[in-house]
């Protein structure tokens, strides 16, 4: 079982940055691909970021962007403090929405019906 507790939303003018921090709970953290989500207003949640297992090595293999996202936003995460990490740069109004952190066992994926634990949500609001 995995707990996961995001932080570190707010409110920022657009072309700002905000970093947003998953804290994860289990002692098999490495072994868990980790995403994050988002979900606007009477949108459906859709993929930002997914970040694969360590497997012990603290850093992640592989990582996947969004396309809206790639060249913007950073993910990475420590399995020594079990967090992962998303800095978002040059934020835009369409960012705004629920940030979501989500862990799956095994492979990463870009589904959010394929990852088994969330976080409550953080909110990101980008003012023009």
């Known amino acids: 079982q995995v707990q996961l507790v995001e932080s570190g939303g707010g409110l920022v003018q657009a072309g700002g940055s905000l970093r947003l921090s998953c804290a994860a709970s289990?002692?098999?953290?490495?072994?868990?691909?980790m995403g994050w989500f988002r979900q606007a207003p009477g949108k459906e949640r859709e993929f930002v970021a997914a970040?694969?297992?360590?497997?012990?090595?603290?850093?992640?293999?592989?990582?996947y962007y969004a396309g809206a996202v790639k060249g913007r936003f950073t993910i990475s995460r420590d399995d020594a403090k079990n967090t992962v990490d998303l800095q978002m740069n040059n934020l835009k109004p369409e960012d705004t929405a629920i940030y979501y952190c989500?862990?799956?066992?095994?492979?990463?994926?870009?589904?959010?019906?394929?990852?088994?634990?969330w976080g409550q949500g953080t909110q990101v609001t980008v003012s023009s």
């Open positions: 289990g002692r098999t953290f490495s072994i868990y691909a």
């Open positions: 989500a862990g799956r066992p095994g492979l990463l994926h870009t589904t959010a019906g394929e990852y088994n634990y």
């Open positions: 970040i694969s297992g360590s497997g012990g090595s603290g850093s992640g293999g592989n990582i």
